[in-house]
């Protein structure tokens, strides 16, 4: 329904997503938010409706990718990011939609009456540097196999991530292929099987792609075999530009966040630097070019999943620092948010509701003091499911049309 | 989904049910839980998780089979309990999946062309007494029918509960069958048809009960035959350990509790005596062997049905003062709330959101001073869905997964 109300005109919305933003009290019964001084979130939220959402539903955790499907308007129970497609995200690979995404592990494998038998499904943990060469080595060996591109790209220690890009669209299905790893050593590799017809073509490409890998790392003292987990393809999702009529950008540093805007089609824009200054400066050389702009802070996340809750603390006062050099630019709606809570005291994403701050014209307004979760309860907004967060930005930017006569 | 994530640790649950427990201002503006003096329950509420919840939907005043099911986690729009069932459970029957359940009216019929005529349908009122005996009567004379086991418990007055235990699983929809008892007097009862071929088969068994009834019966002045109605299965529910990974017990006094609670797979603890403290004594006596604890403490809402607001305060304050002994057991999530709100002015179940006080280490806190009506909407719950506390209570006791990376 929502889809059909769009309507296009020249005004901005930005979403500044503070990852991980929600807390608990950590230290004194204050959380994260409570303890830092943050003067012009303080003005902004006297001013702003504010409320919580649910990122998926009540007492689920969220992962990164549902967090952000979540906020972006798709529905992270409808459309659901395999784990194949989010190592590649993460590694900075872009997904296209004839992709088939893979997580991999390199192994130690010894031949022995003919069969491969795993010695150690991690290869001895090899350092990254150690992996970057590897990768370098089969990257530049094994382009295609049988028509099909095939792109690797190292990640930490022993993992890395697979992309097989097919000529054609893939049908839905064709990453249902069972791993390949055993999960134990001593055992034989599974050969990859499809459980469908359309997977059990790519299995082939798989099985042939595997042959190249062992020839290639033959003489490799650990790294010589890749065993192969999360087989998946990209979800089906219309763009954001087709759903919502907003043309959109992302600012964001790491690679995750960049991948994640890229599924829903979000420009994805290069910028110098990795400083929220930076990411600010960014934004101010697009902002004539889109409508809609989803800048990712990401070390609010990073301080809460190592408890250092001083860490936090700091990072939302450095960004309450450049907020007014963000107002500036007069967005028509400016929503900060997060894509979960990540409390310092749970070392970790968590359930809880998350803090959001809707300003625009058409708010009411002068419901609390601070943008900090006990403030936010006392806001306009409720607690509501994220997927809606979109409807309130489409509407306070005057871009929904009225529903019925 | 939520079944997908759910993970077992050793944490204990903890979930008392103070039946009815919401109300409506009564006197001086106040409600029954304002009125109280809980100082206990103040200090416990500042320190917890406040919020309402909505047992079935907006507006919608449930009995207390959806009541339950909603905060014992089963959608209660999802899972239907017959009006047999419900019956059966309240006088006690322990109600087996291969059952029929029944409601019955002790009746009087008179003989005239051969035809039985209904002369009351309630067999004159008769006393709660006389229907013991004749009910003892029954159950001597009539064990069996056909290999259908058949079980009588008397009820208030001419009410009485029966359950045919076939010796295999039923068929879906094999209680579809017609009361008998065509609501009027001066008719014929109904004979009872099958609208299914399966209900057909247990309405031939019904026939030949009635005829054995009437037969056993026929010296009585009174109360000389049945009429039934409500003919109906056990639900097809999932027990609570299968979906929630919780081994869990119920505590509670009255058959009706005990009977819901069994529905849903949970262990029924027997104890000696009626009083909180009686039920305290049990659930410290059982505290090792189970993960989730189910206290029902019924005379909120029967004090609240009297429209008795006194007797509903006391009641209240009397649960204060056992609080912290229930504290002591340190269960890791604590929920005190009810099944519905039972308002002293309403003398009757309602419609009004219930108070939800949810405490555990991973809490806000710090929003409400007390726990009732007004404090719970400041709460950092919200007003929830009943059947989503579940998800809460799960998530608070970390046996949730992280839902996608």
Redesign the interface.
């Known amino acids: 329904m929502l889809e059909s109300l769009v309507q296009k005109n020249d005004s901005k919305i930005l979403l500044i997503v503070l990852d991980g933003i929600g807390g608990?009290?950590v230290i004194n019964?204050k959380?994260e938010l409570e303890l830092a001084k943050t003067p012009n979130l303080d003005s902004l939220a006297k001013n702003s409706a504010l409320g919580l959402h649910i990122p998926?539903?009540?007492?689920?955790?969220?992962?990164?990718?549902?967090g952000h499907l979540g906020i972006f308007g798709y529905d992270?129970?409808e459309y659901?990011?395999g784990?194949g497609i989010?190592e590649a995200l993460g590694l900075g690979l872009c997904v296209e939609d004839t992709d088939i995404a893979i997580r991999g592990n390199y192994a130690t494998v010894e031949k022995s009456d003919g069969k491969l038998i795993i010695k150690d499904r991690r290869a001895g943990r090899i350092p990254t540097e150690e992996n970057r060469r590897i990768t370098q080595r089969l990257s530049e060996a094994i382009k295609e196999i049988d028509g099909v591109k095939v792109f690797f790209s190292a990640g930490m220690e022993h993992r890395i991530a697979l992309l097989l890009r097919f000529p054609n669209p893939l049908p839905e299905g064709s990453d249902r292929i069972k791993d390949t790893d055993p999960q134990k050593e001593g055992l034989e590799p599974i050969r990859p099987v499809g459980l469908t017809e359309a997977s059990e073509r790519v299995a082939k490409v798989v099985q042939k792609l595997l042959e190249k890998v062992e020839e290639v790392l033959r003489d490799e003292p650990k790294a010589n075999y890749i065993l192969l987990r999360g087989f998946s393809q990209k979800p089906r999702m219309e763009s954001f530009e087709k759903r919502f009529g907003l043309k959109a950008c992302a600012i964001a540093v790491y690679p995750m966040y960049r991948g994640l805007a890229s599924l829903v089609g979000m420009d994805l824009i290069n910028f110098e630097g990795q400083s929220i200054e930076d990411q600010i400066k960014a934004l101010r050389e697009v902002w004539q070019e889109y409508d809609f702009f989803f800048l990712h802070i990401k070390k609010t996340d990073s301080y809460g999943e190592d408890g250092n809750y001083q860490g936090k603390v700091k990072v939302i006062e450095e960004f309450d620092r450049y907020l007014p050099s963000i107002l500036e630019l007069k967005p028509k709606v400016l929503v900060i948010t997060g894509d979960h809570s990540t409390?310092s005291?749970?070392k970790?994403?968590?359930?809880?509701?998350v803090p959001v701050l809707l300003h625009s014209p058409y708010v009411l307004g002068g419901t609390s003091e601070r943008f900090t979760?006990?403030e936010c309860?006392?806001g306009e907004l409720?607690?509501f499911p994220a997927k809606k967060l979109i409807n309130l930005m489409l509407a306070h930017s005057l871009r929904l049309a009225k529903y019925g006569a």
């Open positions: 608990l009290p019964g959380t998926v539903d009540y007492g689920i955790t969220p992962g990164s990718g549902p992270p129970l659901e990011i784990r989010l409390p005291i749970l970790g994403h968590s359930w809880h509701p979760e006990r309860l006392k409720g607690i």
